[in-house]
């Protein structure tokens, strides 16, 4: 298909320059396949034509100008940069006709659309200061919890990864409650009850997966089956933001773990990868990766509160 049609660009171009520029076009765009007016390819890059002449239209809208100069030859210039050229324009009874192919290139230019604030108008400040929340590093003590392909056990991972989240969010003035700062065994109910005894904002549980097959990889999010909204965004948030690490997902799934079903706030336990795998299990040992791990989950846990 793309080759069909650079042949037919190739043939409307040749025509266009033998029958000179203002030629009338041998058929009737609605006729031609690919060409849309300007009008509609404004709506569908969020912009709007706000001048046009013999020589170009230009299509604006708060962060983006773009200019498409439609005579033989032109080109489209978005926000001052050359994209190359605009290929067919037609104006047959004063409408400008250009390619639905421009539509792609010109979009994947543009700027960001930042909504500019309102005059007067103060956006509500959020802070997480006097949010509370609880993290909790997965087994410890005389519970190693899984043991990965090179060795270690899943509860030191585990602390790790926990205490760098607290970290985070404890530099952006969040209280930050761990359920275990070293290598302690603690009853599942009690993690639990930190939680709802603090009347934690969020409570989220740091695990490390583990599969009797090798090939089992990606991270997890869990929650309750009978997960209230709050827990389920916060779970969404942060499968979300993990993808920011390289580890595939295997999306969010619901399971009566203890600590989700006995804590009354919101609640989301993380599986963050494999250790049963031998690249993840060497990934997840990293400090550097670690770092990327709780960065992501820290992030999405800033946006919940
Ligand atoms: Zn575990």
């Avoid at 108008?121 to 993290?135: A, D, E, H, N, W």
């Amino acid at each position: 298909m793309p080759r069909i049609y650079s042949w037919f660009l190739a043939l409307c171009t040749l025509l266009t320059a033998l029958s000179g520029c203002h030629a009338p076009p041998a058929s009737t765009p609605s006729s031609v396949p690919y060409m849309i007016t300007v009008n509609q390819a404004a709506v569908r890059l969020g912009m709007q034509v706000s001048f046009t002449n013999g020589r170009y239209v230009e299509l604006t809208n708060t962060s983006n100008r773009v200019l498409i100069f439609t005579h033989p030859g032109g080109n489209v210039f978005v926000n001052g940069k050359n994209i190359g050229l605009a290929g067919v324009v037609q104006r047959p009874g004063g409408q400008i006709y250009i390619s639905e192919l421009l539509i792609p290139r010109i979009r994947s230019h543009l700027a960001a659309y930042t909504p500019q604030p309102q005059p007067g108008y103060t956006p509500p400040v959020v802070r997480p200061i006097g949010r509370t929340v609880v993290i909790d590093a997965g087994h410890g003590g005389k519970d190693p919890g899984a043991t990965s392909y090179l060795g270690y056990y899943e509860k030191e991972v585990n602390l790790k990864v926990a205490q760098k989240i607290a970290w985070r969010l404890k530099n952006e003035g969040v209280q930050v409650i761990l359920t275990r700062n070293n290598d302690t065994f603690i009853e599942l109910n009690d993690r639990a009850d930190i939680a709802n005894r603090a009347r934690a904002d969020l409570f989220v549980s740091i695990h490390h997966n583990s599969h009797n097959s090798r090939v089992h990889r990606g991270y997890t999010i869990y929650i309750a089956p009978n997960a209230s909204d709050a827990s389920r965004r916060a779970g969404r948030l942060i499968e979300r933001a993990l993808a920011s690490t390289g580890l595939s997902s295997n999306g969010m799934r619901t399971n009566d773990f203890r600590v989700l079903m006995r804590t009354q706030g919101p609640a989301v336990l993380v599986e963050c990868g494999y250790l049963s795998n031998p690249s993840e299990a060497a990934i997840l040992y990293d400090g550097d990766f670690q770092n990327q791990l709780a960065g992501a989950i820290a992030q999405a846990i800033l946006q919940t509160l």
